[in-house]
């Protein structure tokens, strides 16, 4: 379970190794020694990360483990940097999942995202956008449309089966009585082959005509379900294409747009009520206090004015930004319609296509048909005229034996036809059972991809309302519990009231920060595909509240790697040693003016 690296040129390190033990794996050391480097070479080795070092053609990282050997060579192509390699998360979901709930520094989106007051719904659901849900359920229904098809067919033939069963007893019957007449008129008689031939000729016709009869009801049949169709794909209406997607692009347009000045205006508002609540006005402007109020001087445009007025435009702006929210909520219900409008229109245009497939292949049946048609009907004239022309030869005396003799032919024939269709019927029926099972499996997918986002949000909320339990239980934070609501706004409650995110802490917005982030972590299932978590920026935490977090993390994943300062007791775990590395700042120290 020892993991071993060999780093080249990785960030801030020119050359380095390390071990990690399973469990708690902590790199000490001062600034610029490399302590968040070494974090970024294992993001490169698991593949979310490609942090060449400045000014270096290329660089590697080797890791060596147990069961595999992974080796990753960065190359610099211009301004870009290549991958060459296979890292250690090979598909593209993974590596989502690791970088935002697994690789837990200070670039971590999910942390970002929280100390900026932003809303988590986009970032925490970000890998869900890589599987298509709405493509692969298309796909799921496409394949269900066909199996139901099939079940059809299979349920249709299960009806038809007793039928036929009777018909064949009935065949059987009539043949076995036949043969019984024939044996008591057989004689010597002379004219036995002109019989012979007469039977075989009625038989055919008898045969041909029979068919002629199944492909008349064939072709009657099929011409109704022709016109139905006709009928279903003329009744289609289906929408402009060009109007709901040009009406779901402006309304995303429109919904970014608001959403932005929802972000420009929280930022304005948070900054000015921090001065404000704070009492920090001497800091950006002069102060004049009076009796009855202060005196300051604005320090946007320099005028005069009172801190009564400016707290009150400060709540007007805020009211703004909370019109703002509200009009965001709209615009994002006017999205999820236009989309399901956009839906709509996909699935009418997919019936149009089947309907219009279906068409050309029932259209080529019936011409086909009806040519086969034309070719028996010409074949039973022919045979009646030959028929008409040997019976005048034949002895009256053998017409009821040569019409046995053509009557058990032709049943024969019949019956074998019966008995190839029995067998047909039998083995599509023996298939209902297997198609309905697949048609509820393709069933249960659908209404599973249906349900997922929604049961990883329900279960990315469950997660953080557990996680921030413990949390504010083992810390001793200034708020007394935070959650996510159901648009995945992050509310704090302070002294038993919602508290602005911008009025916590900075330890306290990264120690929420690492709570969303593990909530992701525990929804998407993150430590069943990557081993580890790796912690970076969390410098605002005081020593023992680090311990905490880290014992809070131990059981978390089987390697847990963080980063301390020099300062910093002693942990239970491995220590990294950072002695034998070279570094970029080792450079710069060396050619710096003495």
């Known amino acids: 379970m020892t993991w071993h690296l060999d780093i080249e040129n990785i960030a801030g390190i020119r050359h380095g190794t390390a071990t990690?033990?399973?469990?708690?794996?902590?790199?000490?050391?001062?600034?610029?020694?490399?302590?968040?480097?070494?974090?970024?070479?294992?993001?490169?080795?698991?593949?979310v990360a490609s942090p060449l070092t400045e000014g270096a053609d290329s660089g590697h990282v080797e890791l060596d483990a147990d069961d595999a050997s992974i080796a990753v060579e960065l190359v610099r192509d211009g301004r870009t940097v290549r991958r060459e390699g296979s890292p250690y998360l090979t598909d593209e979901y993974d590596r989502k999942r690791a970088r935002l709930f697994a690789c837990l520094d200070e670039r971590n989106p999910v942390r970002q995202a929280v100390d900026a007051g932003e809303n988590l719904e986009a970032v925490l659901m970000q890998p869900l956008d890589i599987q298509n849900i709405d493509e692969e359920i298309g796909s799921l229904k496409h394949e269900r449309e066909?199996?139901?098809g099939e079940l059809a067919q299979a349920n249709e033939a299960a009806d038809r089966i007793p039928t036929v069963r009777d018909e064949i007893e009935q065949l059987e019957t009539e043949i076995e009585d036949a043969k019984g007449r024939m044996s008591e008129l057989s004689t010597e008689d002379d004219g036995s082959d002109e019989r012979d031939r007469l039977s075989e000729l009625r038989a055919e016709r008898d045969q041909v005509a029979s068919r002629i009869d199944r492909f008349e009801n064939t072709v009657e049949r099929t011409e109704a379900t022709l016109a139905d169709?006709?009928?279903?794909?003329?009744?289609?209406?289906?929408?402009?294409?060009?109007?709901?997607?040009?009406?779901?692009?402006?309304?995303?347009?429109?919904?970014?747009s608001v959403k932005n000045d929802v972000d420009l205006l929280q930022s304005l508002y948070s900054a000015n009520q921090r001065v404000l609540e704070e009492d920090r006005l001497g800091l950006v402007t002069d102060v004049d206090h009076q009796l009855t109020d202060d005196a300051v001087a604005c320090w946007v445009c320099d005028s005069e004015t009172s801190r009564s007025q400016m707290e009150a435009r400060v709540d007007a702006l805020g009211e703004r930004v909370t019109d703002l929210r509200s009009a965001v909520d709209t615009h994002r219900d006017t999205v999820d319609r236009l989309e399901a409008r956009a839906e709509e229109f996909n699935q009418t245009k997919r019936r149009e296509r089947d309907l219009e497939e279906a068409i050309a292949d029932h259209e080529s049946n019936v011409a086909d048909r009806r040519d086969r048609l034309a070719e028996l009907r010409t074949r039973r004239d022919e045979l009646d005229d030959e028929i008409e022309t040997l019976s005048t030869e034949v002895s009256a005396t053998t017409d009821e034996l040569t019409d046995l003799e053509s009557e058990v032919k032709y049943r024969e024939m019949e019956l074998e036809e019966y008995r190839d269709e029995l067998a047909t019927l039998e083995t599509r029926a023996d298939r209902a059972d297997d198609l309905e099972a697949e048609r509820k499996r393709l069933s249960t997918e659908i209404a599973d991809l249906r349900n997922r986002k929604a049961e990883v949000k329900r279960r990315t909320r469950e997660a953080f309302d557990d996680a921030i339990g413990e949390i504010v239980a083992r810390f001793e934070t200034g708020f007394e519990t935070a959650r996510l609501t159901a648009n995945?706004?992050?509310?704090?409650?302070r002294n038993g009231r919602e508290a602005q995110l911008s009025a916590l802490s900075e330890g306290e917005r990264e120690l929420l920060g690492l709570v969303a982030a593990l909530a992701g972590h525990a929804a998407f299932e993150v430590g069943d595909t990557v081993p580890c978590l790796l912690v970076d920026g969390v410098s605002s935490l005081a020593d023992e509240n680090l311990h905490t977090l880290v014992e809070y993390l131990r059981d978390r994943a089987t390697y847990i790697v963080f980063t301390v300062h020099?300062?910093?007791?002693?942990?239970?775990?491995?220590?990294?040693?950072?002695d034998d590395w070279t570094v970029v700042s080792d450079e710069r120290s060396v050619t710096a003016p003495q």
């Open 20 to 47: 990690l033990e399973p469990g708690l794996d902590a790199i000490r050391g001062t600034n610029w020694e490399g302590k968040s480097s070494f974090i970024q070479a294992l993001e490169t080795a698991l593949g």
């Open 146 to 148: 066909q199996v139901e």
């Open 229 to 256: 169709k006709r009928e279903e794909l003329e009744s289609l209406t289906i929408p402009e294409e060009s109007s709901v997607e040009e009406d779901l692009a402006d309304a995303r347009e429109e919904l970014q």
């Open 488 to 493: 995945f706004d992050l509310v704090v409650a």
């Open 566 to 578: 020099p300062e910093y007791t002693a942990f239970e775990g491995n220590e990294i040693e950072l």
